[in-house]
């Protein structure tokens, strides 16, 4: 504990139990149990095997993995046609959507994406998920979906604003078209706020 620059009275605070419980923790007498267990490895920032068992973390060595991120919520996987046009659509059957969790806060309206093609490689590559949220502010060089009014489905760019001007941006430099200017012809769906990838 002194490692961490911890005292008994921490572990006190964090689980509740008397000064004397803790004490037999920390002098071998007794093994905390239940909740306690997840809560004083927290504390002591080891793996609760390591508390039962001494095997697995101690929380003194460094350690090359780190806690698993918190999950803001499951989210539905769409089509690129239902993205271009995602406000209309209120809710989409649990049995005809994929689900994935996403590891950072966004709005409960946020959806997931397949890439598609190369025009956002090397930075993005096909098969990649990308969570999208609408509610994010699109600002200059964000990634977003964008729908053009004469086509049917969504495209992915990185935007781009200069002054009056907006322009959508392909990340892969040999992209036939690597800028296209929106005059007007365009509807910010949403902005790309994390992605993930099957190894």
Known sequence: MSALDLR????????????????QWLNGIAKPGGKNIIVVAKVLKCDPEW??????HSGTEPSNVEPAPEIHGMFPVISWVQAGDWSAIHEINPLDAEY??????CSDNTFILKV???????????GDVIFVDPAVQPTNGKYVIARLDDENEATFKQLIIEGEHKYLKAANPAWPTPIQAINGNCTLVGVVIYVGRSL
């Open 8 to 23: 008994a009275v921490d572990v006190v605070k964090a689980t509740g139990v008397s000064k004397g419980t803790v004490s």
């Open 51 to 56: 508390l039962l068992t001494g095997e697995g």
């Open 100 to 105: 994935y969790p996403c590891p950072i806060k």
């Open 116 to 126: 598609r093609g190369m025009s956002m490689s090397p930075k993005f590559s096909e």
